[in-house]
């Protein structure tokens, strides 16, 4: 294997790389494939970051299993592709009206970081929800009604940051999170306000930063919430792994104990269930890696969270949407020149090819 890997020449493999084990961790040389050709599903260990230097970019060959033996084989992992999203997303119907799809409060923005909360109250106005309501800091109020006009908003008693969260009584989902600091008197916010209503929160940014450095906090979180932590906001909240399989068990741990919806963000971005049960998502690219596009997802989940989609629901469907609109973004402008806006901007279109 050293001596084909020190060859200047294209290599592919076939099914997997050898050397590589499929569901646990590799010892030892492997195949540095550019591209392999599996067979009829993809192996757990090409949804991993750190083994794309072997696997490399990868295609399915149906070598024609039985989809009814397929559907029998059990497993708590799942490839989430298009035609899933037409089992989930909902069709409306003539006589629906706005309150039927619910209220959404997003907490969001600081002094100089109100891009955050725009961009994410816009991707939850695409994604549907009836009404949405954003509490920013009194610096942000002129932003905010001027960038989002279907938005309301609701004004901190602070000019410059989060310190005390509205009344709660409205609204069925809180997303918060975006652009949001650390100050003191925020941590004290967040806290009072996942004491005060258990209705589910999506978290996000700051507010899982603030999580992990007091980890007391997330007994509180409310059962059927939705965590999205990139790999660096994962590690601060679980602490350090040894390899990926080992990750994604901390992942698995953390929805059980939680009884919410974990979702690790990156390319196959993971979802974990509170079961166990983990689906990967086959959309989204590289140009997708910018600031700002979490806050997307953010919002996008909130505003499918308000329609009462379930969090597993909504996290599947969300974060599918995201990455195809990703997609068609770049498809528009190249993935150099993507931006997050792009990827709500394209938000009408994914909904349309994918439902």
């Known amino acids: 294997i050293n ?9 592919i493999a076939i099914d997997i790389p050898s050397g590589l084990m499929a569901d646990v961790p590799s010892e030892g040389a492997i195949i540095r494939a550019k591209y392999t050709l599996a067979f009829q599903v993809p192996k757990l260990a090409f949804l991993f970051p750190d083994h794309f230097a072997f696997v490399g970019n990868w295609v399915l060959l149906d070598i024609g299993l039985h989809k009814e033996f397929l559907k029998k084989v059990e497993t708590p992992y799942f490839y989430f592709v298009k035609k899933d999203v037409r089992k989930i997303l909902r069709v409306r119907s003539k006589f629906d009206h706005k309150g ?3 209220h959404a409060l997003l907490v969001a923005g600081a002094y100089g970081k109100m891009g955050a909360a725009v961009l994410a ?3 939850a106005l695409r994604s549907g929800l009836g009404l949405l309501t954003v509490h920013v800091p009194g610096s ?8 989002v006009p279907e938005a309301m908003a609701s004004i901190d008693d602070h000019q ?3 310190s005390s969260p509205p009344s709660l009584s409205s609204f069925t989902v809180i997303g918060i999170g975006p652009g949001l600091g650390v100050a003191d008197q925020t941590v004290r916010a967040f806290q009072k306000m996942l004491m005060l209503r258990k209705i589910p929160f999506v978290i996000d940014a700051d507010a899982l930063n603030i999580l992990a450095a007091n980890r007391d906090f997330l007994q509180s979180v409310p059962e059927g919430s939705i ?5 660096k906001e994962f590690e601060r909240l679980v602490g350090e792994w040894k390899n990926e399989f080992e990750r994604l068990e901390k992942q698995q741990k953390l929805a059980k104990d939680l009884k919410s919806v974990v979702i690790l ?15 990967f998502n086959s959309s989204g690219n590289p140009g997708m890696a910018k600031g700002g596009c979490g806050d997307v997802l953010t919002g996008i989940l909130t505003g499918l969270m308000a329609q009462q989609y379930s969090a597993l629901e909504a996290a599947q469907l969300g974060v599918f949407l995201h990455g195809f609109a990703g997609d068609l973004a770049a498809y528009e402008t190249g993935m150099n020149s993507l931006i997050a806006s792009d ?6 279109e994914a909904f349309k090819r994918a439902g």
């Open 160 to 162: 410059d940051f989060f």
């Open 265 to 279: 963000k990156g390319a196959n971005t993971s979802i974990a269930a509170p079961d166990g049960t983990v689906y």
């Open 100 to 102: 039927k799809f619910g």
């Open 227 to 231: 965590l999205t932590p990139h790999p």
């Open 121 to 123: 109250a816009r991707a």
């Open 140 to 147: 942000g109020y002129n932003i905010i009604q001027s960038s």
């Open 3 to 11: 001596c084909v890997n020190e060859l200047s020449i294209q290599k």
């Open 343 to 348: 990827v709500t901007d394209l938000l009408p």
